[in-house]
């Protein structure tokens, strides 16, 4: 289990001047602001979730995943993973948690893959089946052998996340940190990756805290969100619960005879105030904001005026709501089941 209480962490940070003048001003002053990257954030994580850490560039992710995983020390408040504090026991948390973390590497860039595996087998101290079992399950969902014996520096950036997503799942961590784990794959990789990750999870009972702006890599990976805006968490809960606060349905529909796509686009944006209307050919798609018209309403008023031959309400896209979200939580709003 993850559990973080009133984490803070800042920065300090030199105020700089423009132009050559304000660069010597700002060697000579020295001045600092503070950054409040991480904003006295608290959550809890259970042992064995799926939980999919977002937020905009610059909320506070990246930081709040270096205090967890050791590398940065909180500026005040608490972290514990699996009951330790990261900062405190830096080689045990290691033991238990495995990492991918954007240009940190855990392989040593002048060997090759499978001599860095040799020595991360002796650090973490592999029992053999387990070394064997999880170098099977690489070959077959990454194909791990075929980076044969080249050093790990002459890699493409794929083959280098492969061997990276390889050596966090090495030693069976309890506790998985991946930040944007399949950034360099090609899409049937990307696909290998999170059928792994669903597998030591599933058979494992691994947690897996994954920092992403892949759309793909969150909905396939993970059930449940935590969103950061601005160093403070404004949702936790389900990404089924999320997708359900959207501010914005759509209908699209298809239709035979009567009055041209054109008319009826005219016609709806009229009579439904606030709704948007695109056309594609004979395809006609209403977006409409839910605080003013239900879906039903909006079919109810088409099935009266147009003969349907096709009609559809597609699901509230993550994307689309995560953007409202930051939206409104860049007024600081209340979030429907948001933690702030
Ligand atoms: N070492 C540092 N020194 C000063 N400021 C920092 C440092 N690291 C991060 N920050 C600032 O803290 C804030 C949060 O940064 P962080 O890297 O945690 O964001 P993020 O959510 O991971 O963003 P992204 O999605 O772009 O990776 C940003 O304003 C960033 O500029």
Redesign the pocket.
């Known amino acids: 289990m993850i559990a973080v209480e009133n984490l803070v ?1 800042e ?3 030199p105020e700089r001047k423009e132009g050559l003048a304000g660069s010597l001003r700002t060697l000579l002053t020295r001045r600092y602001h503070t ?4 904003d006295g954030i608290s959550f809890e994580i259970p042992a064995g979730s799926r939980t999919a850490y977002l ?12 205090m967890l995983t050791g590398v940065m020390t909180p500026t005040s408040g608490h972290c514990l993973v699996n009951g330790l504090e990261p900062h405190r026991n830096r080689r045990r948390t290691a033991r238990r948690i495995g990492v991918v973390f ?1 240009q940190r590497s855990q392989l040593w860039w002048d060997l090759s893959v499978p001599d860095s595996f040799r020595i991360l087998r002796r650090v973490y101290d592999i029992p053999d089946a387990v070394y064997q079992r999880n170098l099977r399950l690489f070959q077959e969902l990454l194909d791990i052998d075929a980076l044969g014996t080249t050093a790990v520096r002459q890699l493409s950036l794929g083959q280098r996340m492969r061997a990276e997503i390889a050596a966090s799942l090495l030693h069976d961590p309890e506790v998985l940190f991946w ?1 944007e784990p399949t950034i360099g794959l090609d899409m049937v990789l990307q696909e290998a990756v999170r059928e792994l990750v669903n597998r030591v999870n599933r058979e494992l009972g691994t947690t897996v805290l994954l ?1 992403s ?1 892949d759309l793909a890599d969150i909905t396939s990976i993970c059930d449940t969100a935590l969103v ?1 805006d601005h ?1 403070r968490v404004v949702y936790q809960g389900r990404i089924d619960q999320l997708l359900s606060t959207a501010g914005q349905r759509s209908v699209i529909f298809e239709y035979r005879g009567g009055p041209s796509p054109e008319a009826v686009a005219a016609k709806v944006e009229h009579t439904l105030p606030g709704t948007r209307v695109s056309l594609d050919g004979q395809r006609v798609r209403i977006d409409h904001p839910v605080g003013l018209f239900s879906s039903r309403e909006v079919l109810s008023f088409l099935l009266e005026r147009v003969d349907l031959t096709d009609c559809y309400v597609p699901e509230p896209d993550l994307g689309t709501v995560l953007k409202e979200l930051y939206t409104r939580s860049g007024k600081r709003d209340h979030v429907p089941g948001g933690a702030a």
């Open positions: 962490k920065f300090r940070v950054v409040r990257a991480v937020g905009a560039n610059g909320a506070g992710k990246s930081t709040t995943v270096k954007g930040d920092t702006h950061v160093g």
